[in-house]
Each structure stands twice: as C-alpha cells, then as structure tokens.
C-alpha cells in the first residue's frame, strides 16, 4: 500500500510556473515504483502528462507539456517532482500523482495501482 499526497498547485497568470510535489508514505521501497502525473479539467477524462521510471534515467511526456514540464524524483526523499513552467490557460486541471507496482512506465491510468487525492492547478489568462 502506498499514500501519495500532492501539493503545490494554486493559481498563476499565463506564462507562470509552479513545482508540484508528490510524498509518498510506504511500506516498500520508493524506487520499487514508477511513478506518473495525471491530470483531469473540468468535464474532461483523466489524461496523462508524464511519467519517471524507477531511477529518474527514463521520462515520458504527453505532447501537449513537451517542453514545458519536468518530471523528476527524489527516492532519498521518497517524492516526485513536477516543474511546469510557460502555463498555459489549457493546462487548468486538478493533477494527480499516480504509482505503479512495478519499475517500468506507463501511460495509461489503468496501469496504476495507488493514487493521490490531487491538487488543483488554475492558469489565468
């Protein structure tokens, strides 16, 4: 069982930035996991944005935040980074940080096994 609990979203003007984070409490190792953000606007599915395999040597990214987002880990500190710079009013969503049971990425929600509660990211134009 793995608790995951995100922080930093808020609001910002367009072209801002922020870091979300992502604390994981669990009984296994946090490198046992990869580890991958969600996000979900309102009246939308649930869409992926990126994905960090067990060690950080491999990241993913969805097309639209190419670029613009960085998705990182720190095992030391059992947490998940995303730094999302050049906010765009489109990226307005709650983010989701998501853990899978084994060391190898995925993109779809159905292939993770624990997920946070979400913070809420609101870009203003």
């Known amino acids: 069982q793995v608790q995951l609990v995100e922080s930093g979203g808020g609001l910002v003007q367009a072209g801002g930035s922020l870091r979300l984070s992502c604390a994981a409490a669990s009984g296994r190792t946090f490198s046992s996991y990869s580890m991958g953000w969600f996000r979900q606007a309102p009246g939308k599915e649930r869409e992926f944005v990126a994905v960090i395999n067990w060690n950080g040597g491999h990241t993913y990214y969805a097309d639209s935040v190419k670029g613009r987002f960085t998705i990182s880990r720190d095992n030391a500190k059992n947490t998940v980074y995303l730094q999302m710079n050049s906010l765009k009013p489109e990226d307005t969503a709650d983010y989701y940080c998501?853990?899978?049971?084994?060391?190898?990425?995925?993109?779809?929600?159905?292939?993770?096994?624990?997920w946070g509660q979400g913070t809420q990211v609101t870009v203003s134009s």
């Open positions: 998501a853990a899978r049971n084994i060391i190898f990425t995925a993109t779809s929600s159905r292939d993770y096994d624990y």
